[in-house]
Nanobody
Framework: QVQLVESGGGLVQAGGSLRLSCAAS????????MAWFRQTPGKERDFVAA???????TYADSAKGRFTISRTNANNTVYLQMNSLKPEDTAVYYC?????????????????WGRGTQVTVSS
């Protein structure tokens, strides 16, 4: 079992930045693919970015050039640095994990989820 706890969300003006963190515990962090998804009311969770245990990275088109995903295996933490934020980035951001080396872009392919952290970008 893997427990995930997100932090770092909040209210920011358009053009601003936020850094989300996801602390993982419960099992060996290595060999787990980690990712961020986001969700707005009435919609499914959308893929934002993913990072493999070896550092391979994949971004959604909406995140390319603005968001950076990273991980520190030593302290079991994944980060999402979000710059140039837009009102349409407003959502609940979720951290997720799945064992293995395969990139998964749909939410139902992931195994473990955090409770989410709210990000609100004002115009």
């Amino acid at each position: 079992q893997v427990q995930l706890v997100e932090s770092g969300g909040g209210l920011v003006q358009a053009g601003g930045s936020l850094r989300l963190s996801c602390a993982a515990s419960g099992r060996t962090f290595l060999r787990y693919f980690m990712a961020w998804f986001r969700q707005t009311p009435g919609k499914e969770r959308d893929f934002v970015a993913a990072i493999s245990w070896s550092g391979g990275i994949t971004y959604a088109d909406s995140a390319k050039g603005r968001f950076t995903i990273s991980r520190t295996n030593a302290n079991n933490t994944v980060y999402l640095q979000m710059n140039s934020l837009k009102p349409e980035d407003t959502a609940v951001y979720y951290c997720t994990a799945a064992y293995g080396d395969v990139v998964r872009r749909t939410w139902n392919e992931w195994t473990y989820w955090g409770r989410g952290t709210q990000v609100t970008v004002s115009s």
